[in-house]
Nanobody
Framework: QVQLVESGGGLVQAGGSLRLSCAASRGFFIISSAMSWYRQAPGKQREWVASITNGGSPNYADSVKGRFTISRDNAKNTVDLQMNSLKPDDTAVYYC?????????WGQGTQVTVSS
């Protein structure tokens, strides 16, 4: 069974930084997957934040462009999201997603709370 486990969430003041990490379970190799981060704020739909192709090309939602950086380490089987200049509007549960020919897989999410 494919498992994605997010970590690194927490409480931070506006303007601060957090680094989220997503680790894939043994037997599932992210090297063949496009990896993404999504987030869901209370009362809102889940929204896409950033993606990185298996070739390493990143893309970002306009709301986080210039502040967030997605990266992947295929050797460690992890994908990270470096979040800088955080705003209260960034408060949400952040989810990792892997999209491969085997299917689409989600982690359980990690809470990020940004105080003003």
């Amino acid at each position: 069974q494919v498992q994605l486990v997010e970590s690194g969430g927490g409480l931070v003041q506006a303007g601060g930084s957090l680094r989220l990490s997503c680790a894939a379970s043994r037997g599932f190799f992210i090297i063949s997957s496009a990896m993404s981060w999504y987030r869901q704020a209370p009362g809102k739909q889940r929204e896409w934040v950033a993606s990185i192709t298996n070739g390493g090309s990143p893309n970002y939602a306009d709301s986080v462009k210039g502040r967030f950086t997605i990266s992947r380490d295929n050797a460690k089987n992890t994908v990270d999201l470096q979040m800088n200049s955080l705003k209260p509007d960034d408060t949400a549960v952040y989810y990792c997603n892997a999209a491969s020919v085997r299917g689409s897989y989600w982690g359980q999410g990690t809470q990020v709370t940004v105080s003003s």
